[in-house]
């Protein structure tokens, strides 16, 4: 509606009729509803039940990309008493998209990943638009095997990372961690 307001009328002109968008049959309620709210993002199925992970890892980044992994945040809104302080980095509060993206930790080594590909890339702001977006690929990788698991992968290991700090108090420094997932063939 914002929108509609912010458009300046002169009062001045015949008024006529028009409308081109989406609709051939002409203006309806439901074509100027879609102009003013796109559809959410498609789901992306394909980029999780189709990639050549294990099912308990496609499991893992479908409950990922839904937002209902257990993070500290999920666990608040089931009035659990507890401190929203991702034990990542030890900065912010602990989300599902703040963990695989946004955590200080995620971002190097989702950037030691991208660069050994020499990808530079601006990361998405949910988890469920990097797999859609993941899906499109980029150049010459997105028919690679080792591309298109690389979500699922390094998210699995900085999830095995939060439980391990989380509840076995053991701590991998973030170059162990890169090691982890992208160990060195030399």
Request: proline share 6%; charged share 20%.
């Amino acid at each position: 509606m914002d929108l509609i307001y912010s458009l300046p009328l002169d009062g001045t002109g015949q008024d006529q009729l028009c409308w081109n968008k989406l609709e051939k049959r002409g203006f309806s309620v439901k074509s100027f509803y879609h102009c003013l709210n796109p559809p959410s993002l498609r789901f992306p199925w394909r980029g999780i039940w189709k990639s050549k992970v294990p099912p308990c890892v496609a499991f893992f980044t479908w409950t990922a990309v839904l937002g209902k992994l257990p993070s500290i945040d999920n666990l608040r809104k089931r009035n659990m008493v507890i401190v929203n302080r991702c034990c990542l980095c030890k900065n912010d509060a602990e989300s599902v998209d703040h963990l695989f993206l946004h955590c200080k930790l995620a971002k190097e080594l989702w950037d030691s990943v991208l660069s050994s590909f020499g990808v530079s890339w601006v990361m998405p702001c949910q988890v469920r638009m990097l797999v859609d977006c993941w899906q499109g690929g980029l150049g010459r990788q997105r028919n690679s095997l080792i591309w298109k698991v690389i979500p699922h992968c390094l998210m699995w290991c900085l999830w095995r990372e939060r439980n391990l700090r989380s509840f076995e108090d053991l701590e991998m420094c973030s170059q162990d961690l890169k090691l982890f997932f992208f160990p060195d063939p030399y």
